[in-house]
């Protein structure tokens, strides 16, 4: 059996380096490996559900929220939609010079069925170039409110899948900070937010609360683990969302538990 950061047959050389995942002489280094195990780990999860959407429909579109230089893209790309001959990726970045780096190399690959846009995640929520109906929207590390954006992007594009590696966001531990004397007065939770590093920590934590109770509230189903692979980080939690019926009860507990903590000021971010 392959090593999980080896070479696959099918894959692109010539693609591993320009991504610098492989040196010019096509050497792997213990970075590189640790890249390589990261994407692939995300291929394994994201792979299926192209496979189902094209079973379905005999096509697909991926769009990849906070793309950066686009690894993920790419390999999804190369190792997957080449061969299926069908499917589009679309990249959205923020950076000027990495949507046209990563543009450039798509045309040079003849990877025809890639695109980039130079737009935030909000923005492209309202871009029409996009579609009004995508089938897999991504969105690995994307920093602060990015991946409410992504999820909100997601819903209003009726997205089948959403996959989210979500990244720091500080708005809901900045608001417990702003509640912490009236919360350690009022109920013994309030120990949570005593200390500082406690606050940031937990916020974090009922983010992602909020954010699956969300996604569940329209209708998604909800796989949340670990995204093994990625031990050099913190944020290593992987939800993967797949459109279902919707049901009752999410949004009520999400209002509880914004109630409990006096977040009522986040209300629009977390409940529509």
Not at 69 to 86: C, P, Q, W
Not at 137 to 166: E, G, S, Y
Request: charged fraction near 30%; include cysteine; charge should be negative.
């Amino acid at each position: 059996m392959a090593k999980d950061y080896e070479i696959r047959p099918e894959q692109s050389v010539e693609l591993l380096k320009e991504l610098h995942i492989l040196t010019r002489d096509g050497k792997l280094n213990q970075d590189s490996r640790r890249k390589l195990k990261q994407v692939y780990h995300l291929v394994q999860f994201i792979e299926p559900l192209i496979r189902e959407v094209v079973a379905d429909k005999g096509d697909v579109t991926v769009v990849d929220h906070g793309a950066g230089k686009s690894y993920l893209g790419f390999i999804l790309y190369d190792l997957v939609l080449k061969a299926l001959e069908v499917g589009e990726v679309i990249g959205i970045e923020t950076r000027e010079e990495l949507v046209a780096t990563t543009a450039a190399l798509a045309e040079g690959l003849g990877f025809t069925r890639m695109r980039f846009i130079n737009e935030t995640v909000a923005e492209s929520i309202s871009n029409d170039a996009i579609g009004k109906q995508v089938d897999i929207v991504t969105a690995l590390h994307a920093c602060n409110t990015a991946t409410d954006d992504a999820i909100r992007f997601a819903l209003q594009k009726d997205a089948r899948f959403i996959v989210l590696v979500p990244c720091c966001q500080a708005e809901v531990a900045a608001e417990l900070r702003r509640v912490k004397a009236k919360l350690l007065a009022g109920t013994p939770l309030g120990e949570i937010v005593r200390h500082g590093i406690h606050t940031r920590e937990f916020g974090s934590q009922l983010t992602n609360v909020l954010r699956c109770l969300l996604l569940e509230a329209h209708g998604y189903q909800l796989t949340v683990t670990e995204l093994v692979g990625w031990e050099h980080s913190m944020k290593n939690e992987l939800i993967v969302a797949k459109k279902g019926q919707r049901r009752g009860g999410a949004r009520e507990r999400a209002e509880a538990l914004l109630e409990g903590f006096m977040l009522d000021g986040l209300r629009e971010r977390f409940i529509y």
